[in-house]
């Protein structure tokens, strides 16, 4: 099963930031994703982190606002940029494999404050 | 439509009792997966069980049992004997190959009290 290791795991902003967030996965992986869960509710797919071309984002999300890298197969970051108090969330980052069974895999989270 | 329905925002249990998760899922997929995930207060998410839409038996594991029923597009997750260590919020999710996506239910919070 694949290890993720996300950082920073928590952080407090000023409003207009901008944050990076890192996934290191420990294997090679093709499906990476990034999750965005306000407070006291469910998980909102942002977007699909592809390997040497731009993520694939989700209705509601677009880039300028969380551009997001892909430069290999086992990293990946998502900035969320221009920061306001809305987008105080935990950010996941999620591997799938699909070699036999499909398997999907969550690093710990960041929990971002916007003040 | 995809989606999956949790319809029980939050349940209140005392400790001992027995108590069901429910989860409906729609799909036009023939094959997909299901998943629960634990979500304590620290806020990872701790990976419970995976079913694929062809395996259809039940599964125990401690506490823990699920009913997967494709005739009612459900996946229900029971715990027997809930303990105060059990309170978290529960999500069901949804893979589907069509897509390549996971979507998850609203989730169920779950207090078990002493």
């Known amino acids: 099963s694949a290890v993720i290791s996300q950082k920073p795991s928590r952080d407090i902003c000023q409003r207009g930031t901008s944050l990076t967030i890192q996934c290191q996965v420990d294997s090679q992986v093709t499906m990476m994703f990034w999750y965005r869960q306000q407070p006291g509710q469910s998980l909102t797919l942002i977007a699909t982190?592809?390997?040497?071309?731009?993520?694939?984002?989700e209705s509601g999300f677009v880039i300028d606002k969380f551009p997001i890298s892909r430069p290999n197969l086992t990293f990946s970051t998502l900035t969320v940029s221009n920061m306001s108090p809305e987008d105080s969330s935990i950010y996941l980052c999620?591997?799938?494999?699909?070699?036999?069974?499909?398997?999907?895999?969550f690093g710990q989270g960041t929990r971002l404050t916007v003040v | 439509a995809q989606k999956v329905t949790q319809a029980q925002t939050e349940i209140s249990v005392v400790e001992k009792e027995d108590v069901t998760l429910d989860c409906v899922y729609e799909?036009?997929?023939?094959?997909?997966?299901l998943f629960w995930y634990k979500q304590p207060p620290s806020g990872e998410l701790v990976f419970l069980i995976r079913r694929n839409s062809f395996d259809e038996q039940n599964e125990i594991s401690g506490r823990y049992s699920w009913n997967f029923q494709k005739s009612t597009s459900s996946f229900n997750f029971t715990i027997t004997a809930s303990q105060v260590v059990d309170s978290a919020v529960y999500f069901c999710?949804?893979?589907?190959?069509?897509?390549?996506?996971?979507?998850f239910g609203s989730g169920t919070r779950l207090l078990v009290r002493p």
């Open positions: 999620s591997v799938v494999e699909r070699s036999g069974n499909t398997e999907a895999f």
């Open positions: 799909t036009r997929d023939t094959t997909y997966y």
């Open positions: 982190a592809n390997q040497g071309s731009e993520a694939t984002y």
């Open positions: 999710a949804l893979w589907m190959d069509s897509s390549y996506k996971l979507i």
